[in-house]
């Protein structure tokens, strides 16, 4: 297990970094799709943040981005087609992190809310607005306070 995270067990850690794929389809595909634009962007994101963050995340990071591509396939085939249905399972989904954050320490705990709460937003800038980039619909912007996940 990497620094930082090493009180949890494999199926907390891995509730924590599945998040990160299922922010990035509640936020992309809170219009209807979730597009190659979106999905690609999220997994850059993910990318960059293995050494463009805090350093308590990078190796969480790195994690992530081992298999974001699985796991973000594997839930768009587990996930209910139509948008309200979809966003009401991830939003129970995401709210199991509420049960595994307070396990961390505090720091490490405020330093991952705010990570997610930043890759919704990066997420919803993926595509829309001039361009398809850097506007957020009126569906995504609902969802990016992640308000399912109590604020650290």
């Given at each position: 297990m990497i620094e930082g995270f090493k009180q949890l067990n494999e199926e907390q850690f891995k509730t924590l970094t599945d998040t990160i794929a299922r922010i990035a389809i509640l936020i992309g595909?809170?219009?209807?799709?979730?597009?190659?634009?979106?999905?690609?962007w999220a997994e850059k994101i993910t990318k960059i943040r293995t050494y463009a963050n805090e350093d308590t995340l990078h190796g969480f990071y790195?994690?992530?981005?081992?298999?974001?591509?699985?796991?973000i396939e594997k839930e768009l085939a587990e996930l209910p087609g139509l948008?309200?249905?979809?966003?009401?399972?991830l939003i129970e989904k995401l709210a199991e992190v509420n049960a595994i954050l307070p396990l961390l320490d505090h720091s490490v705990r405020k330093a991952l809310y705010k990570s997610y709460?930043?890759?919704?937003?990066?997420?919803?800038?993926a595509s829309g607005g001039f361009f398809d980039f850097w506007s957020i619909s009126l569906a995504e912007e609902k969802w990016l306070d992640l308000e399912m996940i109590n604020p650290v």
């Open positions: 595909g809170a219009d209807g799709r979730f597009d190659k634009e979106e999905k690609d790195t994690m992530v981005g081992r298999d974001f591509d699985a796991v948008v309200e249905d979809r966003s009401n399972v709460v930043s890759f919704a937003k990066h997420v919803a800038k």
